[in-house]
């Protein structure tokens, strides 16, 4: 596009020749941006192929491997539709000859139920979705039969954290809200795109057993569950990890069932009422943040793992055209941005702060000088890679039109450029506070390639080129495809 604008320019006269200048540097500009983002996916992709292909993932530090997802080849399932989406084609195949070989029942420890079905069922659905390889549906369907649908031989259908070698379901009584209450979206999509109904039964069942459970706050529920009888086991209510995709899921699940089942597009509504009433946070500075509950308590906390919510908030103000919501929606996008004002421009994975109705002068003079200068204290420092407030931004880019997202997200990818990058990848780092020794902890998550990545590079790309109005992305980036087409992209970009 850009190489046909030069040619155009070229011919022009100098008295015009100033403005298409400026269009021509735009427009080269943004190619520039995907280009080296692409660029940091293959350099990445190159020290994962050549130290640990095949295995879960790279060590970025000292070329070494992990396993941490049944060692099947996590990072491949999850790098594979970003490959497509790059036109990586040469690496595409030879993901295709791995997945062939891999068998589900080969792995020397049980299988999360949650994990295996975002990264690998999730991973494999969309590559079909964008390149049709029939092997890619069949993997898929295998991968269900024999991982995943065992999860739900319990004794009243709720699925198990984890799945054993011999298929049985284990781990217990205790289960996770964002494990069990979020597994619609792939399932949906396989009964979609195999013709046979019964995942979206075993998953949505899910959702209509948990309405029917009591909640104190209306439509949130505790992160902590009993299998059977199935409830509560505590009141710890957060957005953040345990729970963040279950709510994700309710309008995402809405939107790709065609908005046939009005259940989870209740519980959804529910759920965000109460966190714009419980939840949501404002500091004596104007920054908005969710924070957690616990028995009377609010607690606040909270982590860039909830600032994938501004996005799904958006996207959901959107579709449903809620004023309210898309209001809630940018305060918190606005503040999550913030929140990657440090030394390193890097975002800290936990942080606290103090709320307006509070007497700030209480607190020692560090914390106050610290609510005015940053509006939030660092609690956890790490940063592993992760990818949420760019996704939101993403949302943000491509539901509102406005480019100054584009530039936010830029901006967090110089700074894992210059804090994050190895030899041989990209690190979780311990200490995005400290610019001399952000200490490297040599591990690089297989969601950096599905998502951090993927995202970053979306941004920079023709906004029509997977489109929100066509694609509804799982939890780990994995484009989804709508049989009917809605309508939440803006119609122009500036
Ligand atoms: C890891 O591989 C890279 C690229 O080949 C190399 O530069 C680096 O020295 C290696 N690191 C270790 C610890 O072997
Ligand atoms: C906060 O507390 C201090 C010390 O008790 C008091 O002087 C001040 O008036 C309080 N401020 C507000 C806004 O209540």
């Not at 991968?143 to 984890?162: C, D, H, K, W």
């Not at 964002?178 to 069942?205: M, W």
């Not at 729970?243 to 759920?271: C, F, N, P, R, V």
């Not at 949302?395 to 901006?411: E, L, M, N, P, V």
Request: with cysteine; proline share 4%.
């Amino acid at each position: 596009m850009f190489l046909k604008k030069i040619t155009l320019g070229l011919t022009c006269v100098a008295s015009i020749s100033l403005s298409v200048f400026a269009l021509e540097e735009n427009l080269v500009n943004e190619d520039y941006r995907a280009d080296i983002i692409k660029g940091a996916f293959k350099y990445a992709w190159k020290g994962y192929s050549t130290f640990a292909y095949g295995h879960d993932e790279l060590r970025p530090i000292t070329n070494g491997t992990t396993d941490s997802r049944n060692g099947w080849g996590a990072s491949i399932f999850d790098a594979l539709d970003t490959m497509i989406i790059m036109g990586l084609e040469d690496d595409y195949l030879r993901a295709l000859d791995h997945i062939k070989t891999v068998d589900w029942k080969q792995s020397l420890e049980p299988s999360k139920t949650f994990e295996t079905n975002i990264r690998y069922l999730g991973g494999l659905l969309s590559a079909y979705d964008l390149k049709g390889d029939k092997i890619l549906l069949d993997k898929a369907k295998e991968l269900a039969e024999n991982v995943i649908m065992p999860a739900f031989r319990t004794s009243n259908g709720i699925p198990s954290a984890y799945v054993d070698v011999e298929l049985q379901p284990v781990g217990g009584e205790e289960i996770v809200l964002a494990e069990f209450g979020s597994l619609q979206l792939e399932l949906v999509r396989l009964s979609q795109l195999t013709g046979d109904p019964k995942y979206e039964i075993v998953g949505n069942s899910i959702l209509e057993k948990i309405s029917k459970v009591p909640s104190r706050i209306p439509g949130l529920y505790p992160m902590i569950w009993n299998l059977d009888p199935f409830m509560p086991e505590n009141t710890y209510i957060t957005i953040s990890g345990g729970s963040d995709s279950y709510y994700e899921y309710l309008l995402k699940t809405h939107i790709l069932m065609e908005g046939k089942e009005e259940l989870q597009l209740d519980m959804w509504k529910t759920a965000v009422g109460s966190m714009h009433r419980y939840l949501r946070s404002e500091t004596h500075g104007g920054k908005v943040y969710l924070a957690e509950f616990e028995e009377h308590y609010k607690l606040l906390q909270s982590g860039e793992l909830v600032c994938f919510m501004p996005g799904n908030l958006l996207l959901g103000a959107r579709y449903l055209q809620n004023k309210k919501v898309e209001a809630f929606a940018l305060e918190l996008m606005n503040s999550c941005y913030d929140v990657w004002d440090t030394p390193t421009g890097l975002a800290p994975e936990t942080w606290s702060w103090i709320d307006k109705s509070q007497n700030i002068s209480f607190y020692s003079e560090k914390m106050q000088l610290t609510m005015s200068e940053a509006g939030f204290l660092s609690q956890d420092t790490g940063y592993d890679l992760r990818p949420e407030t760019i996704e939101s931004l993403f949302y943000f880019y491509r539901i509102t039109g406005d480019k100054t997202y584009q530039d936010k997200a830029w901006k967090i990818f110089e700074a894992i450029e210059k804090y994050c990058k190895t030899t041989s990848g990209y690190t979780r780092i311990a200490d995005v506070t400290n610019q001399e020794d952000v200490q490297p902890l040599n591990f690089e998550e297989s969601y950096f390639f599905a998502e951090t990545l993927k995202y970053l590079y979306l941004m920079f790309t023709d906004p029509s080129y997977i489109s929100l109005d066509e694609y509804v992305f799982n939890t780990e980036a994995h484009p989804f495809k709508l049989s009917t087409p809605i309508q939440v992209q803006a119609k122009e970009f500036s």
